[in-house]
């Protein structure tokens, strides 16, 4: 079985400039969640998507979005990119999910490299 | 901050020798996860404690919850050199707080052949 997919692995970019970044959840799994982990620290959390609504939002500027589709998989947006902004971007899809609230395991995808110059 | 602290921030230890990391955490639970990163990759999921458990076992893991000191440690178990990892302890507090998992800063683990 496939697991959480996230394109593209790696990208540069420069300040200023604007990325999306792309999460395909396990099958049957409804509920995906974005965190951002900048070398040597623990992920932070972004965003939470479950049933194709916003559930959670981390501290986060407006800068970053996102958005879920009627298959399940998302998307993080982050415009006008600072240097700060360079960090692993980390998928999660959850199965075990009550009322919208997680309760179980996360399945992480290996990430999106994001390097902005 | 609401981030749990992981204790120690790295461990060297020789292969077939047992490993135990800490954490701390500062509010109240649902659940408490442990989670292993390989070289800035992503996240695998090891074993999750809920809050009503004390101590929970997975092949050479074991957990252990101490609520009323918001604490829990992971004892690795003989050891091998591909326990080479980030180990996060990740708290889930449940509720509203939807899908925010807390992560500590982690401890680097290195284990020598």
């Known amino acids: 079985d496939a697991g959480v997919t996230q394109s593209p692995t790696h990208l540069i970019k420069t300040r200023g400039q604007h990325v999306t970044l792309r999460c395909s959840p396990i099958?049957?799994?409804?509920?995906v969640s974005w965190y951002q982990q900048v070398l040597g620290q623990g992920p932070q959390f972004i965003f939470q998507y479950y049933e194709k609504e916003e559930r959670g939002r981390g501290n986060f500027p407006d800068r970053f979005s996102a958005r879920q589709f009627p298959n399940y998989s998302s998307e993080l947006n982050v415009n006008a990119l600072l240097l700060g902004d360079s960090a692993l971007y980390l998928c999660?899809?959850?199965?075990?999910?009550?009322?919208?609230?997680?309760?179980?395991?996360?399945?992480f995808g290996e990430g999106s490299r994001l390097t902005v110059l | 901050s609401q981030q749990g602290e992981e204790d120690p921030q790295a461990l060297s230890i020789q292969e077939g020798e047992n490993a135990t990391m800490n954490c701390s955490y500062k509010?109240?639970?649902?659940?408490l996860q442990w989670y292993r990163q390989n070289s800035g990759r992503g996240l695998v999921h090891l074993i999750l404690i809920r809050s009503n458990e004390r101590e929970k076992h997975s092949g050479r893991l074991r957990v252990t919850l101490d609520t009323s000191k918001k604490s829990s440690s992971l004892l690795i178990t003989a050891s091998r050199a591909a326990d080479t990892a980030s180990y996060f302890c990740?708290?889930?507090?449940?509720?509203?707080?939807?899908?925010?998992?807390?992560f500590g800063q982690g401890t680097i683990l290195t284990v020598h052949p």
């Open positions: 999660a899809s959850s199965f075990r999910v009550a009322q919208g609230t997680i309760t179980g395991e996360l399945f």
């Open positions: 099958s049957g799994h409804k509920s």
């Open positions: 990740v708290q889930n507090a449940g509720g509203t707080s939807y899908g925010k998992l807390t």
């Open positions: 509010t109240s639970i649902n659940n």
